[in-house]
């Protein structure tokens, strides 16, 4: 790697430039696409009007709200962020709002507003109210960005998080918390179990949506390390080091990739639910972490 400051081997503007290409592939994509007449036409088996769903999604919802206010209520956090002007690792404890800056925070609001919106959809369902056709098809978007950013959230943190706190020391109870918990590994779970719960019809054409909110938590991202307090909050985010066009891409399109294996499950069909079950469990099985020794460094 280059020396902090030197222009050898930076790829700073490679980086740049490649996020705002694929950027604008993706807006010309929903613009000339029928991706949004497809959203439309499917929309509606997102939601039913079975009391049983919408209590489900309640009680979702719920845990989901709480886990915002417990945010803003636990005191401060322990965040491991990289400085853009020397690629350093710098601890920080932001606290209120400043938390909201992780991609599993994205994850958590992505979540909660499915579950607040398919509430409120199948409320009016229930009732027989005419649908608000922008907030259905909002709650479509939303269930695929969340379901897919909530099933490589709790992979990232089970594979690459914990593992790289543990190996490096660094304590890592409070990676168990109330609100770490929700949106580490409840999210995926809550959303798992709506899919199976409520079948509805997705397209691998809603893949896009997973790039979509991928790059765009890319561009909040830069825009916090030029124009914010200076700083990634994943190492592999900055923009400098050769591999980092790919890095910051790949996020994007591991969210894409995750959808179209949550959407290859739900092709088996409805002859086949058990078989979809025991997949879906298999999955959240592998990717959920509850709980872990805390590090000891007497055990090294």
Not at 265 to 288: C, E, K, M, N, R
Request: glycine content about 6%; aromatic content about 14%; overall charge negative.
């Amino acid at each position: 790697m280059a020396e902090a400051g030197g222009t050898e081997d930076d790829y700073t503007k490679v980086t740049i430039a490649t996020i705002i290409s694929v950027s604008t592939l993706i807006i010309i994509y929903l613009l000339l696409s029928d991706v949004w007449q497809k959203v439309a036409d499917n929309s509606a088996s997102f939601s039913n009007s079975s009391m049983l769903t919408l209590l489900y999604r309640m009680i979702c919802g719920g845990f989901c709200v709480y886990a915002i206010i417990y945010m803003f209520r636990c005191g401060p956090a322990n965040m491991h962020v990289v400085s853009l002007a020397g690629n350093d690792d710098v601890l920080l404890h932001p606290i209120g709002i400043q938390k909201f800056v992780t991609f599993s925070s994205w994850t958590l609001l992505s979540c909660t507003g499915f579950f607040l919106s398919s509430c409120i959809n199948q409320l009016r369902l229930i009732f027989d109210a005419a649908p608000i056709t922008w907030l259905v098809s909002i709650q479509t978007v939303l269930f695929c960005m969340a379901i897919s950013m909530a099933f490589l959230t709790a992979t990232v943190v089970r594979y690459v998080i914990l593992p790289n706190m543990i190996a490096n020391n660094n304590s890592h109870g409070h990676m168990f918390l109330y609100h770490e918990q929700i949106m580490h590994n409840f999210a995926a779970i809550f959303l798992g179990l709506d899919l199976l719960l409520v079948k509805p019809e997705l397209v691998a054409e809603f893949a896009i949506f997973g790039l979509l909110i991928g790059i765009a938590y890319l561009s909040f991202a830069y825009g916090l390390a030029y124009f914010g307090p200076g700083f990634f909050v994943y190492s592999f985010l900055h923009p400098q080091p050769k591999i980092a066009p790919l890095f910051a891409t790949g996020l994007a399109v591991c969210i894409a990739l995750f959808y179209l294996g949550l959407w290859l499950i739900t092709q088996l069909g409805d002859s086949l639910w058990w078989l979809q079950l025991v997949i879906l469990v298999a999955w959240l099985s592998l990717i959920v972490q509850f709980t872990i020794k805390e590090n000891n460094p007497a055990d090294n």
